[in-house]
């Protein structure tokens, strides 16, 4: 790879200091023309403005060109002839691409890499206890662990196109066990090891998969959860058959149950380190992840293997800038969306070096993320606005006695960053010359939809800016459900048409499929979120305008959470909204009718805090309880959460019109007693 100057360089508004395209000869390699698949190129984007606008271009002019020239940055076992087949209609959605290709994700991960970075590190591991050596996961062991793990789960009859669900801490053997199911052409759900019992006994009934895998306990801030004892108390919920594969991590006491539990490393000492991989469609599915909706239960998002593939590996490369040797790091945990594309398949399929942290920002201290990235010389740094926020708390000195040269690009996902947090994270953590890119997408989408590209595009604190290549973003009136044509428009944000790395169904409920994201705005693909565009064209994502929430970059529906307190014997009935909180964006509130014979009281408050927690996960626990002798109700018994949003957002001046209100007195009430005044 030749040196560059970097085009990254910010100045102290964001504003990169050169949009000047890097000299020509570096240039060729930059965007390739024709992307050749073996060996992967990991040739750098450094993309500049002009580079961008012509790419978007054609992207947008001749998908089917566009997306048959960068199909190939992977590898095929059968090439594909048909690029893309796609429609967002309200009455025939579906979404096809490279539909008649076949491969296999894990080759793609790791095998098609082996001759020429067999020793190279694929995963660096750095553990929650800082004093426990980190390791360096080089491709050859990669390839030998998975080939392993894929062997133990064959062993153990998993087959093409089963579920298998893994609830695990982010340990290596998290990222060996998703691509061991890749390898096998199985599906993986994986499930954050922060859910309940009772969470993850629903995701594995809903996948119906019949194995399971943890480990015993899961270390974290210095904390050991019982992982193992979690998943005991799941499979109480599930089918006689589902058995349970356990990792061993801490090597602490388990309850064992013959003939259902397995130790890994007992099979695994006997497994063969070569697997043959399966050959998959480009559209059969590579995992469901479950995610909160607006109403109900979660949905399983359904993604597929080459258009994701294909989607993570390129936004990866071109949002980070990743070039030849660099050392990624995304602070997300695998049991998310962010943690599928931006630690382990984006990375790997493009051959290169990510982090997998097993702790928390503040343990031991609020140094953490930084001591990580002097350790491990880290280029890219990906995490969330939370998080700065947490750290911004701190003295900035846990930040500046650590040395950060190597940092290059800042990434920031999950929510808006407010300016402050943005500011921050430029002057103190970048020192001014790494640009941030503020990434917005969902677990839908599969990868990135809109950012910013280091070095092409001007940045904005708190504006995730331009479109990713092949995304179409409108912004829609939602009354009328026109399309604001305007350069400068707000309204709700929805997708003209479809990306490689869209989710194509939620598992088992294809229905729900078009009537949550492509009825209300017929002929687009729905966020769920607000936008802004400004006079530059670029976006500005405002926040969820549904029932879902986003509490510390977690998103959850509040109707998750209602449910969960209305099953408490002393609820009778329970309204949960989103308030503006410092740390966390958005704090859980929730109005809570009791039953006629139940006391409101502080220990009732607290009884129900830990119930929510209990049956959801820690991340759910209410931040605010109110008593509310009644919810504001339309006559014909619909919550009025519009009501309840403003009087907990404390601005009761501006309630609109209650006189639709079935008994309008319960405002006052609300009011009187509410939470933040
Ligand atoms: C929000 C996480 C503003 C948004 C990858 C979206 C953001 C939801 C951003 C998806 C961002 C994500 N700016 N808002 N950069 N990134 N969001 O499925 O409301 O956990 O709809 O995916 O997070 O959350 P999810």
Same mark, same amino acid.
């Given at each position: ?12 508004? =964001? ?9 020509? *000869? ?198 050991? +959860? ?77 993604? +597929? ?11 990866? *490369? ?8 660099? &050392? ?59 998080? $700065? ?52 997408? *969902?677990?839908?989408? =599969? ?74 705005? @017929? ?8 936008? !802004? ?15 879902? $929430?986003?509490?510390?970059?977690? !998103? ?14 002393? &609820? ?62 339309? !006559? ?5 959460? !519009? ?32 939470? &933040? @005044?």
């Amino acid at each position: 790879m030749p040196s560059h100057s970097p085009p990254w360089a910010v100045n102290a508004e =964001g504003v990169p200091r050169s949009l000047s395209p890097p000299p020509k *000869q570096e240039r060729e390699g930059e965007m390739p023309k024709d992307i050749h698949n073996t060996p992967p190129l990991l040739a750098g984007a450094h993309a500049d403005t002009e580079t961008y606008n012509a790419m978007y271009e054609a992207s947008i002019s001749d998908p089917e060109g566009f997306w048959a020239e960068h199909g190939k940055r992977i590898d095929w076992i059968k090439p594909f002839t048909k690029v893309k087949d796609t429609s967002f209609a309200h009455d025939d959605v579906h979404v096809k691409w490279f539909e008649d290709g076949t491969l296999n994700v894990a080759e793609n991960c790791i095998d098609r890499h082996l001759a020429t970075r067999g020793d190279q590190t694929a995963i660096i591991f750095e553990p929650d206890d800082p004093n426990e050596p980190a390791q360096n996961i080089t491709y050859q062991q990669l390839s030998d662990e998975v080939g392993k793990f894929a062997n133990v789960l064959k062993d153990l009859g998993v087959k093409q196109g089963d579920r298998v669900v893994l609830y695990l801490p982010m340990i290596p053997a998290a990222a060996y066990a998703m691509l061991a199911c890749a390898r096998l052409g199985a599906v993986h759900s994986v499930v954050f090891a922060g859910f309940s019992p009772d969470a993850l006994a629903s995701r594995i009934n809903d996948s119906g998969a019949k194995i399971v895998i943890t480990s015993d306990g899961a270390p974290r801030g210095g904390r050991v +959860t019982d992982l193992k004892g979690n998943v005991d108390k799941a499979l109480l919920h599930c089918d006689d058959h589902v058995k349970c594969l356990v990792v061993k991590r801490t090597g602490q006491q388990v309850t064992w149950q013959e003939n259902r539990d397995i130790w890994y490393d007992e099979m695994a000492a006997s497994a063969s380190t070569f697997c043959h991989a399966a050959e998959v469609g480009a559209e059969d599915p590579l995992f469901i992840l479950y995610t909160s909706g607006s109403t109900g239960k979660p949905k399983g998002v359904v993604h +597929t293997s080459g258009g994701y593939l294909v989607y993570a590996g390129m936004t990866h *490369q071109y949002t980070f800038d990743y070039q030849e040797n660099d &050392v990624f790091w995304c602070t997300a945990d695998v049991g998310w969306v962010t943690g599928h594309s931006y630690i382990v398949y984006g990375p790997l399929v493009n051959g290169a070096t990510t982090v997998m942290f097993e702790g928390v920002p503040t343990y031991p201290d609020a140094g953490r993320f930084w001591a990580v990235c002097e350790k491990h010389k880290v280029n890219q740094f990906y995490t969330a606005p939370t998080a $700065i926020r947490l750290l911004m708390g701190q003295s900035d000195d846990f930040v500046t006695k650590y040395d950060l040269s190597d940092l290059k690009v800042l990434g920031s996902v999950g929510e808006p960053i407010n300016p402050e947090a943005w500011n921050w994270y430029n002057e103190v953590v970048g020192k001014g010359k790494c640009p941030i890119v503020d990434t917005f997408w *969902q677990t839908e989408t =599969g990868g990135h939809l809109i950012t910013a590209l280091p070095g092409a595009t001007k940045l904005k604190p708190g504006a995730a800016t331009k479109p990713f290549f092949g995304v179409q973003p409108v912004i829609l009136d939602p009354q009328s459900g026109e399309e604001i044509t305007t350069v400068e428009a707000e309204g709700v944000l929805c997708m003209k048409d479809a990306w490689p790395g869209i989710m194509r169904t939620l598992w088992g409920d294809a229905d729900r499929f078009v009537s949550a994201y492509f009825a209300d705005y @017929k002929g687009y693909y729905f966020t769920g979120d607000g936008c !802004r565009r400004d006079a530059d064209g670029d976006y500005w994502i405002t926040g969820r305008v549904d029932d879902v $929430i986003n509490v510390s970059g977690h !998103r959850m529906g509040t109707a998750e959470v209602e449910s969960a307190l209305v099953a408490h014997e002393k &609820v009778a009935e329970a309204a949960v909204v989103g308030y503006p909180h410092e740390l966390k964006g958005q704090g859980i509130y929730c109005y809570v009718t009791l039953m006629s014979d139940a006391d409101p009281s502080d220990e009732l408050v607290k009884e129900l805090q830990a119930w929510v927690r209990k049956e959801i996960g820690p991340i759910a626990k209410p931040d605010v309880i109110q008593w509310a002798p009644g919810l504001p109700k339309t !006559r014909s018994g619909k919550i009025m959460r !519009r009501i309840l949003r403003k009087i907990a957002e404390n601005e009761v001046d501006g309630l609109g019109d209650t006189s639709t209100l079935a008994d309008p007195s319960v405002v006052d009430d609300l009011i009187a007693n509410r939470a &933040v @005044k």
